[in-house]
């Protein structure tokens, strides 16, 4: 079957660094997204990978690692509106999203 | 219209009644999507659209028609409603469908099926 985890929830302070990992099985890979949800909100594109290695985009990073079925999102400098839910995403050989359950990430001050 | 408008905000609605949740996009876009998004589990794919005119089954179809008459619109229609179906539905659409892209989302509707 198809597979994503991700941690349920983290905590972070105001400031710091957070890192947020995602494993997945799927059947086929078409690429990694990182999407961020705010409560009762849509959610919003974050990141894409396909390749290996980092990308960095401002203060959030995605890594991916396709052999070990890993990836993470580093968010830096950590602000009170990044509090949101983080969801990995795997695109599969149908080209469907595969979804995790997300990560809900509280900051604290 | 900016983007993608989804119609009602919320709704309640008795077990075995009929309901349309409507989804405008105004981006031309090619690819529609539905998902439902249950506390605890991920988003998942109920019904797709890759373009005008065709339509197809995601992982939870089951209870779900949907149409695509058209580029803008793609309504989602649940012909008896069950308490199971009580979500919070979210509309989606990438330029084109079949491909690794990203998905852009309405504001989603919260249904309660009571």
């Known amino acids: 079957g198809q597979n994503i985890d991700q941690p349920t929830e983290m905590t972070a302070t105001e400031g710091a660094i957070v890192q947020i990992n995602c494993t997945y099985q799927?059947?086929?890979?078409?690429?990694l997204f990182w999407y961020q949800q705010h409560a009762g909100e849509a959610p919003t594109f974050l990141s894409y990978?396909?390749l290996d290695g980092l990308e960095e985009k401002g203060r959030f990073s995605s890594f991916l690692s396709r052999s070990k079925g890993y990836s993470y999102l580093l968010l830096k400098e950590l602000q009170m509106k990044d509090s949101a839910s983080y969801l990995c995403?795997?695109?599969?050989?149908?080209?469907?999203?595969?979804w995790g359950a997300g990560t809900k990430l509280i900051i604290k001050p | 219209i900016a983007g993608i408008t989804q119609a009602p905000t919320s709704q309640i609605l008795a077990a075995g009644r009929r309901m349309t949740l409507r989804c405008t996009q105004d981006?031309?876009?090619?690819?529609m999507y539905w998902y439902r998004q249950d506390l605890g589990l991920g988003l998942r794919l109920i019904h797709y659209?890759?373009?005008?005119?065709?339509?197809g089954k995601g992982e939870v179809p089951d209870g779900y028609s949907v149409s695509r008459a058209n580029t803008d619109d793609f309504p989602l229609t649940l012909a008896s409603a069950v308490p199971s179906q009580t979500s919070v539905y979210f509309c989606a659409s990438s330029e084109v469908g079949g491909s690794s892209i990203e998905q852009f989302f309405g504001p989603g509707t919260r249904l309660t099926v009571l």
């Open positions: 990978n396909v």
């Open positions: 981006m031309r876009h090619n690819a």
């Open positions: 799927t059947s086929g890979f078409n690429g």
């Open positions: 995403a795997v695109c599969d050989s149908n080209y469907q999203l595969i």
């Open positions: 659209s890759n373009t005008a005119g065709t339509t």
